[in-house]
């Protein structure tokens, strides 16, 4: 039991670290150069050699090619220039939040004119919008209304906003969800 879990373990191990130098057990690979200018196809052996001599590391660039490809350069700064790749795509993403707008159902045109402009504004940052109308005692007798309200709302969004989920009653709220458009 103990041998299988330390097998594992060995190919997880294995399978983190970078193909670099003496880890490369393809028997034939294309060399790539530090500028970019092929060297050939040789044996992993010559290009490991070749890429001591430079001082250098031999990195395993693509092993679905046949044969694969590996490019003589310095792995430190391979490994920096790729994570500052990974920071820049993750500092570009724009992750879609849910923002949401409250009112009840005896709302005044004002009032609902300044929730419709929130809500735009969200969309229009990429976010989601949640729609809220909140009942107190005894207005849920009037949740018509308040689908009503919601239904005129989703309509006047229409242009920067679709529909996510029709208005629906959860307890003490009527909800609906808008997405902005694509």
Same mark, same amino acid.
């Given at each position: 039991? @103990?041998?299988?879990?330390?097998?594992?373990?060995?190919?997880?191990?294995?399978?983190?670290?970078?193909?670099?130098?003496?880890?490369?057990?393809?028997?034939?690979?294309?060399?790539?150069? @530090?500028?970019?200018?092929?060297?050939?196809?040789?044996?992993?052996?010559?290009?490991?050699?070749?890429?001591?001599?430079?001082?250098?590391?031999?990195?395993?660039?693509?092993?679905?090619?046949?044969?694969?490809?590996?490019?003589?350069?310095?792995?430190?700064?391979?490994?920096?220039?790729?994570?500052?790749?990974?920071?820049?795509?993750?500092?570009?993403?724009?992750?879609?939040?849910?923002?949401?707008?409250?009112?009840?159902?005896?709302?005044?045109?004002?009032?609902?004119?300044?929730?419709?402009?929130?809500?735009?504004?969200?969309?229009?940052?990429?976010?989601?919008?949640?729609?809220?109308?909140?009942?107190?005692?005894?207005?849920?007798?009037?949740?018509?209304?308040?689908?009503?309200?919601?239904?005129?709302?989703?309509?006047?969004?229409?242009?920067?906003?679709?529909?996510?989920?029709?208005?629906?009653?959860?307890?003490?709220?009527?909800?609906?969800?808008?997405?902005?458009?694509?």
């Amino acid at each position: 039991m @103990t041998v299988q879990v330390a097998v594992a373990l060995t190919k997880k191990t294995q399978q983190e670290q970078p193909m670099i130098n003496e880890r490369i057990h393809f028997p034939r690979v294309r060399v790539v150069d @530090t500028d970019g200018s092929q060297l050939g196809i040789m044996s992993s052996q010559e290009a490991i050699a070749i890429a001591r001599e430079k001082e250098l590391d031999l990195v395993l660039v693509s092993d679905k090619a046949d044969p694969p490809v590996c490019k003589i350069i310095d792995y430190g700064k391979f490994r920096f220039e790729q994570e500052k790749k990974a920071r820049e795509a993750r500092k570009k993403q724009h992750t879609s939040d849910v923002k949401e707008v409250k009112m009840r159902y005896k709302i005044e045109e004002h009032d609902y004119n300044v929730c419709i402009n929130r809500a735009e504004r969200f969309l229009k940052a990429g976010d989601k919008v949640k729609a809220t109308v909140t009942f107190r005692g005894r207005e849920i007798q009037h949740s018509h209304l308040a689908e009503e309200l919601l239904n005129r709302m989703a309509n006047d969004l229409q242009a920067v906003a679709e529909v996510q989920q029709a208005p629906k009653q959860e307890g003490r709220n009527m909800i609906m969800f808008l997405a902005p458009k694509r």
